[in-house]
């Protein structure tokens, strides 16, 4: 297969009415896309981290009612699961497509990530792109803009890491829907593999 980046029908498929249904379409439209990439940037991303990498495709397997409002591709260097670790993601919402860095509530090494982040302060807020977006939430669709970001919040983020049972940070870029489906799958990929190139400090932070 090769990739020729998302299309406006792959961002439709989250106003799909039914949780049977929208798996379907998801499955049948987003899943290979995800597979292709997963594939594409395990070896980039182990390349990058010096850890070997390990992609996970979301499954949204627990599901019985709601159907998934976003999917995604996981990356992380574990070939069991990634949500208790350190990890990169590339997925979709209906309105926009994300690449991520997060570390998530279920990660037992969350409060040490927070303080080795807070430590390094000054060095991640002045390395951080202006263009990326921030998230204490993997579950919602909005974040903050880096350029919108002073130290201080940046810190408060990094302190609530330490304090908050259920604290998650994110740190990546968005691509709006109406951008991204007229982009190539080599413009995507030349973009992810950029965004990512920027976020391999902040998972050496969280991950040494």
């Known amino acids: 297969m090769s990739f020729n980046g998302f299309t406006k029908e792959d961002f439709d498929v989250f106003a799909i009415e039914g949780l049977e249904p929208r798996m379907e379409s998801l499955k049948a439209t987003i899943r290979p896309k995800l597979d292709y990439l997963g594939n594409h940037f395990s070896p980039t991303l182990s390349a990058l981290t010096g850890d070997e990498m390990f992609y996970h495709v979301a499954k949204h397997a627990r599901r019985t009612v709601h159907p998934p409002n976003d999917t995604w591709v996981a990356f992380a260097n574990n070939k069991r699961g990634y949500k208790k670790h350190p990890h990169f993601q590339i997925g979709l919402w209906g309105s926009h497509l994300f690449i991520w860095f997060a570390v998530i509530y279920e990660a037992p090494t969350k409060v040490q990530i927070g303080h080795s ?92």
Not at 153 to 180: N, S
Request: aromatic share 10%; hydrophobic share 40%.
């Open 117 to 208: 982040f807070e430590k390094h302060l000054d060095e991640i807020y002045k390395m951080t792109p202006r263009h990326f977006v921030w998230s204490l939430d993997h579950m919602k669709p909005d974040a903050s803009k880096m350029e919108d970001l002073s130290q201080d919040d940046l810190q408060a983020m990094f302190q609530r890491m330490q304090t908050v049972k259920k604290a998650e940070i994110l740190c990546g870029f968005h691509i709006p829907k109406d951008e991204a489906i007229f982009m190539s799958g080599g413009e995507l990929i030349e973009t992810i593999d950029e965004v990512f190139k920027n976020l391999i400090p902040l998972y050496k932070l969280a991950s040494h």
